[in-house]
């Protein structure tokens, strides 16, 4: 089974902290997303990563930042938190571009005080 | 993005067939449609994914209007287990967009 691992289940940081989360998938997908979850407004797309070194824009890319040096992995990055950052992080791979299969990780729920 | 309705929430009767209905009447003529779920907890979960013919899998059956503007997703038996948040999504060939879902509860 393919398995996508997010670093952290919960995580608590300061406004203005630069935050990494990370993830990683063990079956050499071409394809990553982060998405956020906030109650009422769904999963919505923040990056997604169709190959190593290369990023697309979501729908949300505002405030984040992401980083895909290797294939496995697909970071996120908080340049400076603020509380309107706080919400629950999935991240997701796809074998490759037009697969319609995503696998999603277990999520990270990030508080910023 | 074409974009999807779904009821809010729906509740069922454990053992029982369920059908969550899904209207998208904006959907172009590539636009697969597919189906997740999420349990309490988790990250959503692929179902179902169909183009025009209705499709079957273990988890799920889907079955797809004529004109392709509605479709629904089938629990032949619904468990305690299925009781989750399902999303319709129609998919462009390059990203999921994700909508509110429908919150299916299970009754014993």
């Known amino acids: 089974d393919v398995k996508v691992t997010q670093s952290s289940r919960y995580l608590v940081k300061r406004t203005g902290e630069k935050v990494f989360l990370e993830c990683v998938q063990d079956m050499d997908h071409e394809n990553m997303f982060w998405y956020r979850q906030d109650p009422g407004l769904g999963l919505r797309l923040i990056y997604f990563s169709y190959d190593v070194k290369m990023k697309e824009k979501g729908d949300i890319p505002e405030g984040y930042s992401v980083s895909r040096e290797k294939k496995e992995r697909f970071s996120l990055i908080l340049e400076s938190a603020s509380t309107n950052q706080t919400s629950m992080y999935l991240c997701?791979?796809?074998?490759?571009?037009?697969?319609?299969?995503?696998?999603f990780g277990s999520g990270t729920q990030l508080s910023v005080l | 993005d074409a974009k999807t309705t779904q009821p809010n929430s729906m509740e069922s009767n454990e053992e029982e067939p369920v059908h969550l209905p899904c209207n998208h009447s904006?959907?172009?003529?590539?636009?697969?449609i597919h189906w997740y779920r999420q349990l309490p907890s988790q990250g959503p979960e692929y179902v179902i994914h169909g183009l025009t013919s209705n499709v079957n899998n273990r988890m799920a059956s889907l079955a797809i209007a004529e004109d392709r503007k509605s479709s629904t997703l089938i629990l032949h038996r619904a468990t305690l287990r299925d009781a989750a948040v399902y999303y319709c999504?129609?998919?462009?060939?390059?990203?999921?967009?994700f909508g509110a879902g429908t919150i299916l509860r299970v009754k014993s």
């Open positions: 997701a791979s796809s074998l490759d571009r037009g697969s319609e299969k995503l696998f």
């Open positions: 904006t959907i172009s003529g590539t636009d697969y």
């Open positions: 999504i129609l998919f462009d060939g390059n990203k999921l967009v």
